[in-house]
Nanobody
Framework: QVQLVESGGGLVQPGESLRLSCVAS????????MGWYRQAPGKQRELVAQ???????NYADSVKGRSAISRDNAKNTMYLEMNSLKPEDTAVYYC????????????WGQGTQVTVSS
């Protein structure tokens, strides 16, 4: 069974930071493109950041420069550090795994809620 489990979400104030984690099981982790998506109420799910390996990453313009995606293949874990959080970052954040960019049947986690509010 394939499982992606997110953690690290919560309630934070604007300007603070969070580190999200996604632990994968049931897949050959190093063979997968990993990514973080988020979805706010009434909005489409959108890509936040994606990582193949090392510097092979990309970010949404809205988080570029204040976020860092990374992965530890030995731990089957992907991370997303978000700094200078804004209320607009409030969403459910989902872990995603694709065997390739064009994979139309990726795996998804159940999500972790991030709420940025004062």
């Amino acid at each position: 069974q394939v499982q992606l489990v997110e953690s690290g979400g919560g309630l934070v104030q604007p300007g603070e930071s969070l580190r999200l984690s996604c632990v994968a099981s049931g897949i050959t982790f190093s063979a997968y493109i990993m990514g973080w998506y988020r979805q706010a109420p009434g909005k489409q799910r959108e890509l936040v950041a994606q990582i193949i390996s090392g510097r092979n990453t990309n970010y949404a313009d809205s988080v570029k420069g204040r976020s860092a995606i990374s992965r530890d293949n030995a731990k089957n874990t992907m991370y997303l550090e978000m700094n200078s959080l804004k209320p607009e970052d409030t969403a459910v954040y989902y872990c995603n795994a694709k065997i390739r960019i064009s994979d139309i049947r990726p795996y998804w986690g159940q999500g972790t809620q991030v709420t940025v509010s004062s």
